[in-house]
């Protein structure tokens, strides 16, 4: 099988080292180009790597950092591209990678609530995949965007979706606990964040109640129904490398079933991708803490398997039922499941069905 050519946009920060990590190896796609800040430019992704713990092969390793310049992908003969870039830039740049025939899979902000543009998370909303052939008609674009959502959205709403299919409730309420690798690199001051927490993430709370709805919503053919439930966010910045724990509460209408009952439906949880096996698919898509003390982002953020699903799993623990008020921890890889191990799952998908 020839390996589909790609490009990241923004390979010089966090999320898309994590990008290039994943890449590497991988038996569907191929890395050929990296795009990234003038500060990088010129260095190698070896020179400028700063996750230890992963090794670079050589071809990556010894990949140099160019200027973002769609017109080169495309030269290049790019057809999928990774974005890893801020909302301001990658609003023009995706949407000129679109138009010249690119498919485009963002972590950015940009375009996630455009009415013809997926969040996908695609254990969760694998048939909105379908919208991008509507937006490619609005567009007149033989390119997409397709966007992974706000991180703590991400493990808050692969632990909500076995729930809201067998549950019913209209309003969640969430604390996150938010590890500094959420805000990029070089992230929070030191001086700001040892030792302290910071209650206050500019624009995160909005995000998670107005992403949640469209992630959980139904593809009607030509848009998305947001599912009628509200999200109640507290977010925090907490002194943690990576992984964002999330305490949640849910007051449940009728008779709730029992921890044990509980425990099952999240056990239990596959989707699309499982079925598939797609290459970054974690066999279990939720794995059940039964620990008095988990999750903890320090053993739990790489959760998943086999090897290169690590991070893509969302944990879930201490799960009690108080009357009818269910409470529950998960935690979420922020920039793996909440990044940018979805966003290349979201692409292995795509292959799939055939539309890159």
């Known amino acids: 099988m020839n390996k589909i050519p ?10 898309g080292q994590r990008f290039a990590s994943l890449l590497q190896n991988h038996p569907q796609i191929e890395l050929v180009a990296a795009y990234s800040s003038d500060r990088s430019r010129g260095k190698t992704l070896g020179e400028i790597w700063r996750i230890p713990e992963i090794p670079l092969i050589e071809d990556v390793s010894s990949l140099k950092l160019e200027k973002l310049d769609v017109e080169d992908a495309a030269a290049k003969g790019v057809k999928i591209a990774f974005g890893a870039l801020p909302a301001d830039l990658a609003r023009d740049v995706e ?15 940009a375009y996630r609530m455009e009415s013809d543009v997926p969040i996908l998370i695609p254990e969760i909303n694998f ?30 709403s692969v632990a909500l979706k076995p729930l809201v299919d067998r549950l019913r409730f209209k309003r969640v309420f969430v604390s996150t606990y938010q590890a500094i690798s959420g805000a ?7 001086l700001d964040i040892n030792a302290n927490c910071l209650p206050f993430i500019k624009n995160e709370e909005e995000k998670m109640n107005r992403e949640a709805r469209k992630i959980l919503g139904s593809f009607n053919g030509k848009s998305i129904d947001p599912r009628d439930i509200e999200v109640w966010a507290h977010c925090v910045r907490v002194p943690c490398r990576d992984g ?10 009728g008779q709730p079933p029992s921890v044990e009952e509980l425990e099952r439906i999240f056990d239990e949880f596959t989707g699309v991708p499982q079925e598939l096996k797609l290459p970054t698919a974690p066999q279990q898509a939720i794995i059940v803490r039964k620990e008095r003390d988990r999750p903890q982002p320090i053993l739990d953020a790489m959760a998943g398997y086999p090897d290169r699903a690590r991070g893509m799993a969302v944990s879930v623990g201490r799960i009690r039922i108080d009357g009818n008020l269910l409470r529950f921890f998960c935690l979420v890889h922020n920039t793996l499941r909440g990044g940018a ?4 799952l979201n692409a292995e998908c795509a292959i799939h069905e055939g539309k890159t």
């Open 244 to 253: 964002h724990l999330e305490s949640v509460s849910i007051l449940l209408d």
């Open 127 to 156: 048939d909105h995949l379908n919208i991008v052939d509507v937006q490619r008609k609005n567009r007149n674009s033989k390119g997409f965007i397709v966007t992974n959502s706000n991180c703590s959205v991400a493990g808050l």
């Open 95 to 109: 949407l000129v990678a679109a138009s010249k025939g690119i498919a485009v899979f963002s972590n950015a902000g």
């Open 341 to 344: 191990g979805d966003s290349v």
């Open 6 to 15: 790609a490009a990241i946009f923004g390979a010089s920060g966090m999320v």
């Open 184 to 190: 990029g690199y070089p992230g929070v001051p030191s």
